[in-house]
């Protein structure tokens, strides 16, 4: 089984406090879930910029070509100088936990994490349950809240017992009158045959 290539890389010294400072304040500001999710988003930029001094020396149409990339995913540039400015709160910002708040969607950054991961938010008509997930613009407008299911309330009434018998009595009783008349019918005939016999 191959092992999955990591997409970040961990701060090359793991005490310093200016830098776990900072990491906390973006935790806090983001709703991320632990620092991993600021390593992420670090390494996405690197790559970014690296891409960006790759271009310098390019023609006009292959920058642009990175800038109407970067575009479609809300992050704005004009220039290599733009990208190589970049940050990662810039990355951060394109997120759909955080386009959910602003959206206002969601109240807190929280409650944003937690209608993600519980399957509640769709994007283009689709579930998305990955807080992380970068949202293209042209998809922006069509973040929504999936819709609660409702109840279906069927109330259906059960009959009583008293009701009941009367309506087998209803039903019944016609056929057992029909009998005893039919019975008694043929004992009249039958007695009226034995007089004859005997007056003959």
Known sequence: MLRKKKTYSKPKRPFDKIRIEEEAKIKKEFGLKN?????????????????????????????QALFERLGKIGIKVNSIG????????????????????????ARTMKQARQLITHKKVLVNGRVVSAPSHIVPVNLRDKISLKPAKRKKEVE????????????????????????????????TQEEIKEDVKENA
Do not use: F
Request: aromatic share 2%.
């Open 156 to 187: 259906e009434k059960p009959e009583e017992p008293s009701e009941k018998k009367q309506e087998e009595k209803i039903e019944t009783a016609p056929a057992e009158d029909q009998v005893e008349k039919e019975q008694t019918e043929k004992k």
């Open 35 to 63: 620092k991993r999710e600021i390593w992420k988003a670090e390494a996405k930029i690197k790559s970014i910029r690296e891409k960006a001094k790759k271009l310098i020396s390019a023609g006009p149409e292959e920058q």
């Open 82 to 105: 733009d990208v190589l400015a970049l940050d990662k709160r810039d990355y951060l910002e394109q997120r759909l936990q955080t386009i959910v708040v602003k959206k206002r969607l």
